[in-house]
């Protein structure tokens, strides 16, 4: 089963196609309309009648091609239809690429009726892939806005990777943002398999989150709790421009990286000047670091009590403590989190 992205370029698509067929494998087809709104049960349910029309049997793979949705609605379905099937993730964006793919994590999006954006990711299941395939040269077809979301998560990377054993990534990316944003194959080579490498590392030594010593990976979440609470609004956008809401899912995680930042230093964890870098970042990589119309702090931090790393009520933020390093914070400030939120205005 091929699910694939609705909007890729059809040479993509067809050659994904072609080389299923050579290979000997009968091909059947879904597609996923890729935004937060079609993340959904009732994309969930398309996908497992699809395959279930198709017959596919326990042995058999769904391929997964395209971005981060198309990869976790596919990845969600893979792991429920006949209690589990093979997931083979074939990331088209950058985003998927360095992030979604790898790691197990699968999901779609729960609205609870109540008039509220819905809850991002709730429902889902670990379910690892057999295989992740990234190729570079997929990125040419990716507009430029999605591009740069990937990078959001790169930088984020960075600001945790001194703890699995890549102290300079973040430097490297500063150095070769350049030649990064022009599409370099090595550099983009080089990009996509340091952050697979940590990615990799993290998963490996906590596969289902369940450290308890304030990392593991939870530390993956640096910058979510914030971003995940601001990514459902639909009428925020990057540039102030209504036409290019809603956010994307990395323009959000850079603005939950800002208020991470900032909210550290409010703390003493960080000196402001690791914030007032990782803005420069972002601003260089054509990522937000502020947003217009953000809706009243308290919504905000009501949205975030409903995030996945709460427990027993209590809100667990992911917060830079030094040059490369990351921890889980479980008593930060309701003034310190609220003055943060208030930066991003």
């Not at 992205?5 to 996923?32: I, K, Q």
């Amino acid at each position: 089963m091929l699910v694939r992205d609705a909007g890729l370029p059809a040479s993509l698509v067809d050659g994904a196609r072609a080389s299923l067929t050579a290979a000997g494998f009968s091909v059947s087809e879904a597609s996923v309309v890729a935004d937060e709104q079609h993340k959904t049960l009732a994309t969930l349910e398309t996908l497992c009648v699809a395959m279930a029309r198709a017959k596919l049997e326990r042995a058999e793979p769904v391929v997964a091609l395209g971005g981060g949705i198309v990869g976790d609605a596919a990845g969600f379905a893979a792991s429920v239809y006949r209690r589990g099937v093979p997931i083979i993730q074939c990331p088209t964006t950058l985003l998927a690429m360095v992030d979604a793919s790898v790691g197990g994590k699968t999901g779609v999006n729960l609205d609870l009726a109540d008039g509220k954006p819905s809850k991002k990711n709730l429902l889902g299941a670990f379910h690892q892939p057999s295989l992740v395939i990234a190729d570079v040269d997929a990125l040419r077809s990716l507009p430029r806005r999605q591009l740069r979301c990937g990078l959001a998560e790169c930088i984020k990377h960075g600001l945790l990777a001194a703890e699995f054993a890549d102290a300079e990534l973040l430097n490297w990316i500063d150095a070769n943002l350049s030649l990064l944003l022009s599409l370099d194959g090595v550099a983009l080579v080089e990009l996509v398999a340091r952050n697979i490498a940590i990615k990799a590392k993290v998963v490996a030594s906590d596969e289902r989150e369940e450290a308890e010593d304030g990392g593991g990976r939870a530390l993956l979440n640096l910058g979510h709790t914030f971003g995940h609470a601001i990514e459902p609004i639909k009428t925020l956008s990057p540039d102030g421009d209504a036409g290019n809401a809603p956010l994307h899912h990395g323009e959000a995680v850079a603005l939950g990286l800002v208020a991470a930042c900032r909210c550290a230093a409010s703390m003493n964890l960080v000196p402001i000047s690791v914030a007032e870098r990782v803005v420069s970042l972002l601003t260089r990589a054509g990522l937000p670091t502020h947003v217009q119309g953000l809706p009243p702090t308290d919504a905000i931090v009501e949205a975030m009590s409903h995030d996945k790393k709460v427990l027993g009520g209590v809100l667990r933020l992911v917060l830079p403590v030094g040059e490369g390093r990351c921890r889980v914070v479980t008593d930060a400030p309701p003034a310190a989190v609220r003055a943060a939120i208030d930066s991003l205005r």
